[in-house]
Antibody
């Protein structure tokens, strides 16, 4: 059974940093590209970062480019999201998601999410 | 940037109804479209990918259709457990989600 479990969320002050982790199990982690998607309270979904299966390719939308860094440790089956220079608008639940098995960047499995609150 | 517009934002229907949700792109996305179901307090669940392919384990009452800029998610016979918010996602030229359609029971 595919499982994704995020951790590392919490309350952080504006301008500070936070690192999220996502522990994967039940599939060959090193074979799948992965992503982070966030959801602000009572809002829609926003893709924030993607990474290739080997880790050599990373992709970001303009809203987080230069502030967020996605990475992975295939030996530990773990995905990471380093978030720097955090802003109030980064407050959201952050989901780890696995890219689907077909060509397109849709997401076939999601973790339960971890909440990040950016506030002074 | 390609924008995704979902309609309606809120839909009330009765058990057994045929329900249709719409997702429109501001330009062609060449069937690079997925649909997700999100129940209150839960993570999204993939229903449909590539516009019309049913994800493994999803009931056959869910179906997707469309092409070019206009796409539809249909629930052939609404069940109580289908109460949720439904999001579309385009993955042609970047990834963008629609704002969602909240489906409730009448």
């Amino acid at each position: 059974e595919v499982q994704l479990v995020e951790s590392g969320g919490g309350l952080v002050q504006p301008g500070r940093s936070l690192k999220l982790s996502c522990a994967a199990s039940g599939f060959t982690f090193s074979s799948f590209p992965m992503a982070w998607v966030r959801q602000a309270p009572k809002k829609g979904l926003e893709w924030v970062a993607s990474i290739s299966s080997g880790g050599g390719g990373t992709y970001y939308p303009d809203s987080v480019k230069g502030r967020f860094t996605i990475s992975r440790d295939n030996a530990k089956s773990t995905l990471y999201l380093q978030m720097d220079s955090l802003r109030s608008e980064d407050t959201a639940s952050y989901y780890c998601a696995r890219k689907g098995v077909q060509l397109g960047w849709y997401f076939d499995f999601w973790g339960p999410g971890t909440m990040v609150t950016v506030s002074s | 940037d390609i924008q995704m517009t979902q309609s309606p934002s809120l839909l009330s229907a009765s058990v057994g109804d045929r329900v249709t949700l719409s997702c429109k792109a501001s330009q062609s996305i060449y069937n690079s479209l997925a649909w997700y179901q999100q129940k209150l307090g839960e993570a999204p669940k993939l229903l449909i990918y590539d516009a019309n392919s049913l994800q493994t384990g999803i009931p056959s009452r869910f179906s997707g259709s469309g092409s070019g800029t206009d796409y539809t998610l249909t629930i052939s016979s609404l069940q109580p457990e289908d109460v949720a918010t439904y999001f579309c996602q385009k993955y042609y030229s970047g990834s963008t989600f629609g704002a969602g359609t909240k489906l409730e029971l009448k």
